[in-house]
């Protein structure tokens, strides 16, 4: 849950911290593929935004296709309706440890 004031706001996330999943994650509309020699650019829709995506290599992705994004939660950032970046405390996943 984010706080009130992310409200409106706007999430970023570089595009290389952003990985392709299989049916987990955030489910996207591929819009634009380009093959870039090393990498691949995909631009992805969610919504009515558009989000970039860099993977290394080539994908086997088309316009129309559907993609899940995944991506760590220290990857995001979270900026307010004036692009003041909003602090948000990262949630860590719970840990098991072994006494």
């Not at 969610?46 to 290394?56: L, P, T």
């Not at 290599?57 to 307010?80: I, Y």
């Amino acid at each position: 849950m984010l706080p009130a004031e992310c409200a409106g706001g706007t999430l970023g996330i570089r595009p290389e911290h952003i990985a392709l999943a299989f049916e987990r994650g955030v489910r996207t509309g591929v819009e634009h593929v380009e093959y870039l020699g090393g990498d691949s650019l995909i631009t992805c829709a969610i919504g009515n935004h558009s989000i970039a995506v860099r993977v290394q290599g080539s994908v086997a992705l088309r316009p129309g296709d559907a993609a899940w994004l995944t991506w760590a939660p220290g990857a995001q950032h979270f900026f307010d309706t004036s692009g003041a970046r909003a602090h948000v405390p990262v949630a860590r996943p719970a840990e098991t440890r072994m006494a």
